[in-house]
């Protein structure tokens, strides 16, 4: 399929981008029968700007698109940090997310031949066709200290930290949208450590000074 | 001698094709540096100066095709006079003369105020001469065109016209008239008439006011000469000699009658020596096979020729992973604070290989690496200065290890030159993990699409430079072909020996040099040093006249020393009269020499010749004349036919 830019038309339209309380999924209007294209992008970066052709009349998204083609029923990276997905007229119940600590934003789509025409979407006061999902996080720090001694009765410090995460984080994530600061270090880390850490009761810092997690995404708020 | 072609140079595409450099060029310009040098030896910058401001008029069109060979012979011993010395042209014999400006080798018109101007400027304070109280005005005559007597006279009467115009007075005044004489023998009958014409004016009888001077081109020995070249040296170096603080000399030239001279020239031979090193110059930057050499694509050396290492990695872009990414490695301190999804303590874990870290830290060990490249890729992405250091240094290395032939081919393969940044071999990850970091960051580095672009590009550039500088070149080489050979094989052989003695000392610095011209203008001025330092390499090539004749001669065993053959060219049979005349001339009121006072030949000289003779330092050590003024009486060229 080739994929074209079209400016805001009354008749194709997608707006009202939201998250189900119920279902969790997205959810969003359309006119009935109507296929539409739902993008991931970084946290607070809707994806209206990358549809917005530029002075040479060519769109980022559009070209991504044709270069890396989206698909029905899961995500597909077009373009780093961004995913896009089909949801044909069919699909009911919502879309499901590809990960939090993101945004999506939803396009009307026109399918005529193998051609879909992907359409400018438009704002009115909070009608918007995109929504911020952001994550809160709960990170736990912890001293590791066994017991010794004959009767166990002595607990010593192991020179190890525990690091707990209370949910992972999912598709969109970046390396080092976390980290955390240790001595004069900054330490990323992989979305791999934290699904560990979130599986596994926690991850191991072997230091004795004093470690400070934070974020670097606005999307992951660490509590 | 064949002219091949050249080693790359560096830079992309600033060959302006039109535009060109020749051999001509080059040997000229090896002249005029000796000239100047020459100038700046002995520790005097000037021979001696004209004493009087003087002006040259050439009466009609042939005559003013004298002009620059007349002035420039002037210049050579006066060249402080370049805005001194006047010359203006007389279109044709007439009551109301129209003048033609001659100025910097241009021609243009001019009004009779105009000249007055000129001859205002003569006197002007600011000039150089050391005496005011006369002009000196030169006429100079090509008779070629002259086919009666009326002619002459009518010509005669023009320059009386030309002072009436110009409201000069006779007392403020001295003048000489050189009258070219073509003799050949078509102009028999006019020449007889011109000669029984010119002997009116001998021994002062219908002119008082100046000397002529009868210069033929049939000389004493019946040799005929084609062109005047020599005329004219004859009359700048008259011009000279009668411009002098020394009475007597000027006395006797501007005596009136009819002369005419005896006279030779000899000079050291600047422009075969400059043919010789131009040429030896231009076959030695050219190489071999440089141009019509074809590359081998299949060559196992080529990858290693375009500066991959063995790991399929740039060494070029290695020595910057070295110096820029190595150093902002995490030392083994912080490695020993990654996360870990264990508590299980297992020391030190930063001698550790990479896949095994890796596990350990899961992937945090990669990303931090993967982190660093990128951080450096963004910089280079941004850092324009940096992305041209890379180019050109790369342009540089593809200079010094292509043929220009093979720079040209490369662009042919240009996809598979693509393909080779791609080939990079990932590190085993078994390996230490600082170690595998460094071959990594280079992997991520040489392989970055847009990096490689920058490369590949840079290969382009230089096969396309490569292209105009070929044609460039093969242009002035293709000049050579335009040059008379030199035949004198003992000064082909002594310089070519010269030029390769230099050459084996500074030859490969020279070329190291030559791969760096990126423009016309550049590899003219990379050329004019080259020659400048040939020059200084060895003290024949500013030697004076004599000097260089003895260094070269002394290597023949067979020849005659140095001095006899000078003294041999000057004197004897080779100092011919440039008139046939009855019976003899018996006066010969001047016997002079010009040459640059100082030199060993002008002490030989005064040894060897006439006490009498006058010696004219004219401060250019690279020639030498001998000229003898003889007057002409009536009697000398009256003949009785074509009266």
């Given amino acids: ?223 | 001698m064949m002219c091949a072609t050249s080693v790359p140079p560096l830079k992309a595409g600033r060959f302006n094709m039109s535009a060109e450099i020749t051999t001509a060029e080059l040997i000229e310009y090896y002249a005029r540096r000796l000239e100047s040098i020459d100038r700046d030896s002995l520790g005097a910058v000037h021979g001696k100066e004209p004493y009087f401001p003087m002006l040259v008029l050439f009466l009609g069109e042939e005559s003013m095709k004298g002009y620059e060979s007349i002035s420039r012979n002037l210049l050579l011993a006066w060249p402080q006079f370049r805005e001194e010395l006047k010359f203006i042209g007389v279109k044709s014999p007439s009551e109301s003369p129209e003048f033609v400006k001659l100025e910097h080798g241009q021609q243009s018109p001019m009004t009779t105020d105009e000249v007055a101007k000129v001859l205002d400027e003569l006197d002007d304070a600011r000039n150089h001469f050391k005496d005011y109280t006369s002009d000196l005005l030169y006429y100079v005559l090509d008779a070629t065109s002259i086919q009666t007597a009326e002619d002459l006279h009518a010509w005669i009467s023009t320059i009386e016209a030309v002072k009436d115009e110009l409201d000069i007075y006779e007392n403020d005044i001295m003048q000489m008239l050189f009258v070219l004489f073509d003799e050949g023998k078509r102009r028999r009958r006019q020449s007889r008439r011109i000669r029984n014409a010119m002997s009116e004016y001998c021994e002062g009888g219908a002119n008082e006011r100046y000397r002529m001077f009868l210069l033929s081109n049939r000389l004493s020995t019946s040799k005929l000469l084609h062109g005047w070249d020599s005329h004219y040296r004859i009359c700048a170096s008259l011009m000279a000699l009668s411009n002098n603080d020394d009475t007597n000399i000027a006395d006797t030239l501007f005596h009136d009658g009819v002369a005419t001279v005896s006279y030779v020239h000899d000079e050291k031979p600047v422009n075969d020596i400059g043919q010789v090193v131009v040429r030896s110059l231009v076959d030695y930057l050219g190489g071999d096979d440089e141009i019509s050499y074809v590359l081998d694509f299949e060559d196992m050396s080529l990858a290693q020729r375009l500066g991959f290492n063995d790991h399929g990695t740039l060494s070029l872009l290695d020595d910057y992973v070295e110096k820029q990414l190595v150093p902002l490695l995490p030392t083994p301190e912080q490695i020993n604070l990654f996360p870990r999804w264990t508590s299980d303590d297992f020391g030190d874990i930063s001698g550790y290989a990479a896949d095994d870290l890796d596990n350990l830290t899961m992937g945090t060990w990669s990303a931090v690496l993967e982190g660093l490249v990128n951080g450096i890729l963004e910089r280079v992405r941004t850092d324009g200065m940096r992305r041209k250091q890379w180019s050109d240094e790369y342009k540089r290395m593809l200079s010094e290890e292509f043929k220009v032939g093979e720079l040209v081919s490369l662009a042919l393969h240009s996809d598979d030159i693509r393909k080779m940044f791609r080939n990079a071999s990932e590190p085993t990850a078994t390996g230490n993990v600082l170690e595998y970091a460094k071959r990594k960051m280079r992997v991520l580095l040489s392989s970055n699409k847009e990096i490689a672009e920058l490369f590949a590009d840079a290969i382009d550039d230089q096969a396309r430079y490569s292209n105009e500088f070929r044609e460039v070149w093969k242009e002035l080489c293709r000049s050579t072909l335009e040059l008379h050979e030199v035949h004198d094989t003992n000064l082909v052989a002594f310089y070519q020996g010269k030029v390769r003695n230099y050459l084996d000392r500074h030859g490969f610095e020279l070329k190291r040099s030559f791969r760096d011209v990126s423009s016309l203008d550049e590899l003219r001025k990379f050329l004019f040093d080259a020659i400048d330092d040939i020059i200084q390499s060895d003290p024949v090539f500013t030697a004076s006249y004599e000097d260089e004749q003895e260094s070269r001669l002394s290597r023949d065993v067979h020849a005659q020393t140095a001095q006899q053959y000078i003294r041999q060219k000057l004197t004897g049979e080779n100092l011919e009269t440039y008139l046939q005349v009855n019976l003899s001339l018996n006066s010969t009121p001047l016997k002079s020499v010009l040459l640059k006072e100082g030199t060993k030949l002008s002490e030989n000289l005064k040894h060897d010749l006439s006490p009498s003779t006058y010696y004219y330092d004219t401060g250019y050590g690279n020639a030498v004349e001998v000229l003898n003024v003889h007057d002409v009486l009536s009697q000398n060229i009256l003949t009785d036919e074509g009266r």
């Fill in chain 1, 1 to 223: 399929m080739r994929f074209e830019y079209a400016p805001y038309d009354g008749v194709f339209y997608a707006t009202n981008l939201h998250r189900d309380s119920r279902t969790r999924k997205l959810a969003w209007e359309h006119p009935a029968g109507m296929e539409t294209l739902v993008v991931q992008t970084p946290f607070g970066t809707p994806a209206m700007g990358l549809l917005d052709p530029d002075e040479s009349g060519s769109s980022a998204l559009v070209s991504a698109c044709n270069q890396n083609e989206p698909v029905v029923g899961s995500y597909t990276e077009v373009m780093e940090g961004v995913y896009a997905r089909i949801v044909p007229a069919t699909e009911i119940g919502g879309c499901p997310l590809n990960g939090e600590a993101c945004t999506y934003t939803v396009f009307a789509l026109q399918r005529l031949g193998d051609t879909y025409k992907v359409f400018e979407s438009r704002t009115k006061g909070m009608i918007r066709a995109w929504q911020d999902i952001p994550v809160e996080i709960h990170v736990q720090l912890q001293k590791v200290t066994r017991v010794q001694g004959r009767f166990r009765k002595q607990t010593v410090d192991t020179g190890f930290w525990r690091m707990s995460f209370s949910r992972s984080v999912g598709e969109g994530y970046t390396t080092g949208d976390l980290y955390y600061r240790v001595g004069n270090i900054e330490v990323p880390l992989t979305q791999d450590a934290i699904d560990y850490a979130v599986g596994h009761d926690g991850i191991y810092v072997k230091t004795d000074k004093r470690i400070e997690v934070l974020s670097r995404n606005a999307g992951i708020r660490l509590v």
